[in-house]
């Protein structure tokens, strides 16, 4: 039985408390097209290819964590951007994108999802917020750098990079996903064993090695893939429609 677009997504909306973030994109409904939902279909980003997996999976809802408009970015509906869009509206699919308030939740989110996947006690977040974008836990064990990152490699499928004595002892862990290196401050600052995210700059070994910190880069998609699934397994649970999943590869 097709749910109303604007029933869903009010919802979800209040679910990911949208209005509790300052974001760098617009939360919630980007592209308006068909007023019903019957099938959703999820992804990491509203890239071209997962436009056309949701045609051909005949979704009237593309639920994603990259969507578009961000900041900073030319407004004008041209290029990649423009072509996207078309195709949306052409078949009829509206687009909503959660970003941080996907990140931030304390059952859905990347970070939550990420920490189960990987067998993580959650002991704090790695801020003082309500709702903090990156967490804090103690992994299953004591596992060394080289097993933790063995163990990330196995359930991300991903081989990720390591930065410290793979020897180490790991007792307490934290973690951010996507592109939170610069994040490993706030991890310094807690006293942790290792910080876990998706991607890494140049500043970022220098950072690990001076506050005595292992580091793990883990992949920017590998480490968003979880969120956005288990929020449109929540949603089609909650209304009653078809849901799948599409997972784009991506290195990064």
């Given at each position: 039985?097709?749910?109303?677009?604007q029933?869903?997504?009010?919802?979800?909306?209040?679910?990911?408390?949208i209005?509790?973030?300052?974001?760098?994109?617009?939360?919630?409904?980007?592209?308006?097209?068909?007023?019903?939902?019957?099938?959703?279909?999820?992804?990491?980003?509203?890239?071209?290819a997962?436009?056309?997996?949701?045609?051909?999976?005949?979704?009237?809802?593309?639920?994603?964590?990259?969507?578009?408009?961000?900041?900073?970015?030319?407004?004008?509906?041209?290029?990649?951007?423009?072509?996207?869009?078309?195709?949306?509206?052409?078949?009829?699919?509206?687009?909503?994108?959660?970003?941080?308030?996907?990140?931030?939740?304390?059952?859905?989110?990347?970070?939550?999802?990420l920490?189960?996947?990987?067998?993580?006690?959650?002991?704090?977040?790695?801020?003082?917020?309500?709702?903090?974008?990156?967490?804090?836990?103690?992994?299953?064990?004591?596992?060394?750098?080289?097993?933790?990152?063995?163990?990330?490699?196995?359930?991300?499928?991903?081989?990720?990079?390591?930065?410290?004595?793979?020897?180490?002892?790991?007792?307490?862990?934290?973690?951010?996903?996507?592109?939170?290196?610069s994040?490993?401050?706030?991890?310094?600052?807690?006293?942790?064993?290792?910080?876990?995210?998706?991607?890494?700059?140049?500043?970022?070994?220098?950072?690990?090695?001076?506050?005595?910190?292992?580091?793990?880069?883990?992949?920017?998609?590998?480490?968003?893939?979880?969120?956005?699934k288990?929020l449109?397994e929540?949603?089609?649970?909650?209304?009653?429609?078809?849901?799948?999943?599409?997972?784009?590869?991506?290195?990064?």
């Amino acid at each position: 039985m097709p749910v109303s677009l604007q029933q869903l997504l009010h919802y979800t909306d209040n679910l990911l408390q949208i209005n509790a973030f300052s974001d760098y994109c617009p939360n919630g409904l980007q592209v308006e097209a068909s007023q019903t939902v019957s099938k959703i279909v999820s992804g990491v980003t509203a890239s071209a290819a997962l436009i056309e997996a949701a045609i051909a999976e005949k979704a009237d809802l593309l639920l994603v964590h990259h969507g578009y408009f961000w900041k900073g970015e030319a407004p004008a509906l041209t290029g990649r951007k423009g072509k996207r869009i078309q195709q949306l509206m052409r078949h009829n699919i509206s687009l909503a994108a959660y970003h941080l308030p996907l990140d931030a939740h304390p059952q859905l989110g990347n970070n939550s999802q990420l920490g189960q996947l990987l067998g993580f006690e959650v002991t704090g977040g790695l801020d003082d917020s309500e709702r903090p974008i990156g967490l804090i836990g103690k992994p299953a064990g004591q596992p060394t750098l080289a097993e933790l990152g063995s163990l990330v490699a196995g359930q991300l499928q991903r081989e990720p990079l390591l930065i410290g004595d793979v020897s180490r002892v790991i007792s307490r862990v934290a973690w951010c996903t996507g592109a939170a290196q610069s994040y490993i401050d706030k991890a310094i600052e807690r006293g942790v064993d290792c910080f876990i995210t998706g991607e890494v700059s140049e500043p970022t070994f220098h950072a690990a090695c001076e506050g005595g910190i292992a580091f793990i880069a883990a992949g920017h998609h590998a480490t968003e893939r979880y969120g956005v699934k288990a929020l449109g397994e929540h949603l089609a649970n909650q209304f009653a429609v078809d849901h799948t999943f599409v997972d784009i590869a991506n290195p990064v």
